[in-house]
């Protein structure tokens, strides 16, 4: 005997699709995300750090100077975790040496600084920071090397970047064995570290454009 309550049809299977996006709630794609981070990481750093050394630790004010150079050592570490993804496919593991020693430099960055907040030891944070330097110059020579390996990335902006850790890595050399007040090669060397965050940009907003 057939039941006379009408048979429900079938509902369709609920769809697996992600919703549109409505207008403003676009967002940017993961591969475009770490360039950008680090270049606007980079970009606070470049304003920063000046500020600090140039302005107020001249001036006596060696806390806030202090405080400042703290946030560049945080920023110092996200550069380094930001740039791995970007660098990884021209070699995985230069590119996790090259992180650690940005991260390391970072570390010792910080712990100068916040003696400088604490003591206000002017002349200590510089001698700390100077040999910093030597391994914040090392890790940006291994980002040139993986630059001049990376597909699509200019050979000359890998030559540039090279020069620039090595500038670092020479002050830092004659900062503990030379004379005081010697020229310092990284006044002229730092064009490097501008070409990298102007192909960061540029590279960060490609692959956006690309998976938008």
Do not use: H, K
Request: hydrophobic share 60%; net charge positive.
């Amino acid at each position: 005997m057939r039941s006379s309550s009408p048979v429900s049809p079938i509902s369709p299977a609920p769809s697996s699709a992600a919703p549109p996006l409505t207008p403003g709630t676009a967002r940017t794609p993961r591969s475009a995300r770490p360039p950008l981070v680090a270049a606007a990481a980079l970009t606070a750093m470049a304003a920063l750090a000046p500020i600090a050394t140039f302005v107020l630790l001249p001036d006596g004010r060696t806390s806030v100077a202090g405080w400042l150079m703290l946030v560049v050592a945080a920023l110092d570490v996200v550069v380094a975790l930001a740039l791995v993804p970007v660098l990884e496919p021209a070699g995985r593991r230069l590119a996790r040496v090259t992180a650690a020693l940005r991260i390391g430099y970072g570390l010792v960055l910080g712990y100068a600084a916040a003696g400088l907040v604490v003591a206000g030891d002017a002349e200590r944070f510089d001698q700390i920071w100077d040999l910093a330097l030597g391994v914040f110059g090392l890790s940006l020579v291994g980002v040139g090397v993986l630059l001049w390996r990376l597909a699509g990335a200019p050979r000359w902006l890998a030559a540039l970047v090279v020069v620039a850790g090595a500038g670092y890595v020479v002050d830092a050399v004659v900062s503990q064995v030379g004379p005081a007040g010697a020229f310092e090669v990284s006044t002229i060397s730092f064009v490097g570290e501008v070409a990298l965050i102007v192909w960061l940009v540029l590279n960060g907003l490609r692959a956006r454009r690309a998976l938008a």
